[in-house]
């Protein structure tokens, strides 16, 4: 089982629309989350990013984490056409020592808004 | 401030030729990651790197080497390129390892290698 899953999508919503992108993790020990945007023919950028259960609100963009079934996700309000792109959800990992770690990344929701 | 950069951006191999793809950053940041991007598979770590001269296996590391003598150069070698390594290559640094909640890996623009 991968370590984290995202439902692949694709996804096509018409503008306005409330959007609401998920994962799934099976590792316990991975701590950190993080929601990425990734444009066409782009290098991805972090949208959202925390390290907790509960709600974090930038905007028009809420990441929610529940660690007690493993799930996250991204809603995003009042989606525009601008929104349109490759959304990745990822999650780091630290070792023991806290003096290194890495990032595992689900495989991307393509997000269309349509004006 | 030019931040962090890829060459080239484009490439188109032969099976079997050596490739090294280059990553330069200017924020002297201690962490750098490889990765690559393909359908079906998302972005998946090849080599990551703590600092110059320490790096370590991400999740597909076979058939790639990587140096990092200094710590804004983090290059990634393809020994014998195979056509399964086509792909979008994509570098990423960090400053530090999530010390701060304000920490993240900013990516390159990406090397779109093709191996024939």
Not at chain 2, 4 to 28: A, D, F, N
Request: charged content about 20%; proline content about 4%; hydrophobic content about 30%.
């Amino acid at each position: 089982q991968k370590e984290v899953e995202q439902d692949p999508g694709p996804l096509s919503v018409p503008e306005g629309a409330i959007v609401s992108l998920n994962c799934t993790y099976s590792n316990s020990a991975f701590q950190y989350f993080m929601w990425y945007r990734q444009y066409s023919r782009k290098g991805p950028e972090l949208l959202m990013y925390t390290y907790s259960s509960g709600n974090k609100e930038d905007g028009r963009f809420t990441a929610q984490v529940d660690k007690s079934s493993k799930y996250i996700s991204l809603f995003i309000r009042d989606s525009q056409p601008s929104d349109s792109a490759t959304y990745l959800c990822a999650k780091a990992k630290l070792n023991s020592g806290g003096s290194n770690y890495k990032l595992t990344f689900g495989k991307g929701t393509l997000l269309t808004v349509n004006p | 401030d030019a931040g962090i950069t890829q060459s080239p951006r484009y490439k188109i191999t032969e099976t079997g030729r050596q490739v090294t793809l280059m990553c330069h950053q200017t924020w002297s940041h201690s962490y750098m990651f490889w990765y690559r991007q393909d359908l079906g598979h998302g972005l998946r770590l090849i080599y990551y790197s703590a600092a110059a001269d320490i790096t370590d296996k991400g999740e597909v590391p076979d058939g790639y080497v990587v140096s990092r003598s200094k710590t804004e150069n983090f290059p990634l070698t393809l020994e014998s390129a195979t056509r399964s390594q086509t792909s979008v290559y994509f570098c990423a640094s960090s400053e530090t390892a999530f010390q701060r909640r304000t920490d993240t890996q900013y990516f390159g623009p990406g090397t779109r290698l093709t191996v024939l």
